[in-house]
Every structure is written in structure tokens, then in C-alpha cells.
């Protein structure tokens, strides 16, 4: 078992132990993209008359068993490159090494996580989709109940569940829009850039790879990709970003209404919590919580943005660090997402509390509007009119 760039001289293990980092634990989920790439190299290296037909068959094979398999990263390791290069050795012997040949663990690592975000993006998509379809339902079912709208958590102006409702689908939608984004600069294919500088003297064909895996494009030039680090990444966050905040206001709002002291939203018992003291509490403790990974969700975004800040180009261990808090990220906003969804469906307004705790005064807009158009009165005449109370709202 040895480390890629092994060259027989020995590494403190306390060194190792802190660049190794976090990586076994955070590349298990990389596994599979890194399997499919290399998969894919393996073939354009056969068609460039860098390994037989037969040493293609065998290495695409033992990928696909090694897919199989439950892979272990050691320290030793560091990540699952090594991993699966070291297991492919031990399954084809020397064979194992040609995978390497017009690679880097530069690009190697860049592929692999290119794939994954692409899928993250696709679920990160349908999962906001499904919140918004459970906030449809809840405007078709619900949506003539009046509710009171605020400006300043002061009543403003009528509403009502299909507006708030509606409000709340569209904008997720908006915020899911920030994904297409993400994925134009996901979808460029890193492999065969190596180091940051190409192959010189190999004829490669990454073009090959790029129609195989998938991506959009080849990322050209080969420097390109080491001075890409970190962009499709923070895209990514800043998108999961944006559909929390949407979240989190949703989450806000319903933990206000849900209140004794507005009252017009009920909570199913399945989706609240209780008190250890208070017989009475039922606490919505998942729309709290919906509300605080909104928070949280913009530092993870800013510790993928702050680890390339003023970076000199080519690559840099400490894009290493992107990985911790993007996965952080994705897995929240995954996590709220289909949280909310099954929450929303569990919401019930009641029409008679929203009305008792209305404010008649919440319709003096309309009564000045209604003024302007009866009268043919400027708007700024007819609004002081309404203000000092001559006119009726």
C-alpha cells in the first residue's frame, strides 16, 4: 500500500495525520465519480494506443467490481484516488499503474468532485421543487383563507394563504435558478489539464472523456482548472445559500403565526415537539430549526469563498479545505428541503382566528385607491384623507 507520490522516504505521521485532514471520511461519497472518470480515462487511453484492448477490459472491470466493493480510506492513503488506484494494483498487478499515465491527482480530484456537484445540483433541484409543490397544494387546498399581511410585523394590507403561499414557491424556484449557474461551471471537464499544465509529448484526446462523462465542455486552457478551484464550488454554496434564506423565512413566519398571540396557523402534533415541564407546550422546534440552517448556511459559503481569497494560481493544498464546508452545505440544504416539504403539508390556517385578530384598519390602502377612483383626487390627497381618519377604510 503506498501514496501516489511515494517515493520511498519516510513522512512524520503527525504531518500526515494533519494534511490528510478529514479526507477518508469526506471522499467515501467521491468514490463513485472517481471510479466513472477513471473508467473513462481508461478507454481514451486505449483509443490513444496507451493501453491494449485487453488491458482496457480488465482495468474498466475492476473499476466496476471495485464500485462493488466497500472501500476503506486509510490515513495512509489520505483519499480515495490512492484507495482505488492501490486496489486496482492488488486486483492487476502492474497493470494498475498504467491508469495514472496523463493524470494528476490535480485533475483526478477536480473530475470527481465536477461529477458529484452535478449530481448534488440535480438533487438539490428536485428536492426544491418538492417544497414548492407541497406549498402549491397548500395554496390550492387553503388558499381563500384571508390572513393578515405585514410590513414591519405591523398589519398592513389583506392577504392570503395562496399569496403568502405563492410568494414563498416562486422565490424557492428563483433561488433554485442560482443551480444553473453552478452547473456551467461544473460542467467543464478538468481531465488531462494534470498538474495544471498538461501532458506534453502524450497524445491524449480529452475531448473523448468529456463526451464519455458527460460534461458540458472541455475546460480549456490547461491552466485553467487549478485558477477554476473553488468557483463551481462557491456556486453551488451561494445557490443552497439562497433557497435557505427562502426557507428560513418560510420557517420564520410559521413559527410567528403558529404563536398564541396570532394563532391562525395549527401544527400537526407529528411535526412538533413538547416541553419537559409544560404539559401544554407543543413547540415548532423544525421551523426554528429551518430558520437557524439559514443562518449557518451563509459561514459555510464564506469558508468556501475564503480559502481561494488571494490565492496565487496553480494548485494549493488548502483547496483540500473547500470540501468540509461545501459538503456541510449541500447536506443541509438536502436535509431542510426535505424537511420542509413534509412540513408545509402539515400546516392548517384557521380562517376564523385570522379573522378575529385582523385589524379593520388593515384595508385603509384600498379604501384610498377606491377614493382616488371615485373622486378623481390625486393618490397623496386621498392617502392623507384616509390618515387623519376623515374617510372610512
Not at 414591519?152 to 433561488?175: D, N, T
Not at 453552478?182 to 498538461?198: I, K, M, Q, R, V
Not at 475546460?219 to 473553488?230: D, I, K
Not at 439562497?242 to 403565526?257: E, P, S, T, V
Request: aromatic share 6%.
Amino acid at each position: 500500500m503506498s501514496r501516489l507520490w511515494d517515493k520511498g522516504t519516510p513522512v512524520s505521521r503527525k504531518i500526515l495525520e494533519f494534511t490528510v485532514g478529514q479526507d477518508p471520511v469526506l471522499d467515501q461519497r467521491l468514490i463513485p465519480y472517481d471510479l466513472l472518470a477513471s473508467a473513462a480515462h481508461a478507454r481514451m487511453l486505449e483509443s490513444c494506443g496507451h493501453l491494449t484492448a485487453a488491458e482496457c477490459s480488465a482495468t474498466c472491470q475492476a473499476l466496476q467490481e471495485i464500485g462493488q466493493e466497500s472501500l476503506e480510506i486509510s490515513i495512509e492513503m489520505e483519499d480515495c484516488h490512492t484507495a482505488i488506484e492501490n486496489r486496482l494494483t492488488e486486483k492487476l498487478g502492474s497493470l494498475g499503474g498504467k491508469i495514472h499515465l496523463g493524470r494528476s491527482r490535480n485533475d483526478q480530484v477536480l473530475a470527481a468532485l465536477r461529477l458529484y456537484l452535478l449530481d448534488a445540483s440535480t438533487g438539490i433541484r428536485h428536492a426544491a421543487h418538492e417544497v414548492c409543490q407541497a406549498l402549491d397544494r397548500l395554496a390550492e387546498a387553503q388558499g381563500d383563507v384571508a390572513i393578515p399581511g405585514y410590513t414591519h410585523l405591523q398589519q398592513a394590507m389583506p392577504s392570503s394563504v395562496q399569496l403568502w403561499a405563492e410568494g414563498f414557491s416562486a422565490e424557492i424556484r428563483h433561488s433554485a435558478g442560482a443551480l444553473d449557474y453552478a452547473e456551467s461551471l461544473a460542467g467543464l471537464n478538468p481531465l488531462g489539464s494534470a498538474a495544471g499544465y498538461g501532458t506534453p509529448g502524450l497524445n491524449l484526446d480529452r475531448n473523448q472523456v468529456t463526451a464519455h462523462l458527460g460534461f458540458a465542455a472541455t475546460h480549456q486552457p490547461v491552466t485553467a482548472p487549478q485558477l477554476s478551484r473553488g468557483k463551481a464550488e462557491a456556486a453551488l454554496a451561494f445557490a443552497g445559500s439562497l433557497i435557505l434564506q427562502d426557507i428560513g423565512r418560510l420557517g420564520a413566519d410559521l413559527c410567528l403565526y403558529a404563536s398564541q398571540e396570532f394563532g391562525f396557523v395549527r401544527l400537526a402534533e407529528d411535526i412538533t415537539t413538547g416541553s419537559s415541564v409544560m404539559p401544554q407546550k407543543r413547540n415548532p422546534d423544525v421551523f426554528e430549526l429551518l430558520r437557524g440552517h439559514s443562518a449557518q448556511a451563509p459561514a459555510d459559503l464564506q469558508a468556501v469563498l475564503a480559502v481561494t481569497a488571494k490565492m496565487t494560481s496553480g494548485y494549493h493544498r488548502d483547496l483540500q479545505l473547500v470540501k468540509e464546508p461545501l459538503f456541510r452545505l449541500i447536506d443541509r440544504t438536502l436535509g431542510c428541503l426535505d424537511i420542509a416539504a413534509y412540513a408545509v403539508g402539515r400546516v392548517e390556517f384557521d380562517a376564523a382566528r385570522a379573522a378575529a385578530v385582523t385589524d379593520p384598519g388593515i384595508n385603509a390602502a384600498e379604501a384610498a385607491f377606491r377614493l382616488v377612483q371615485q373622486e378623481g383626487i390625486p393618490f397623496r390627497e386621498a392617502y392623507r384623507r384616509i390618515g387623519k381618519g376623515t374617510e372610512t377604510p
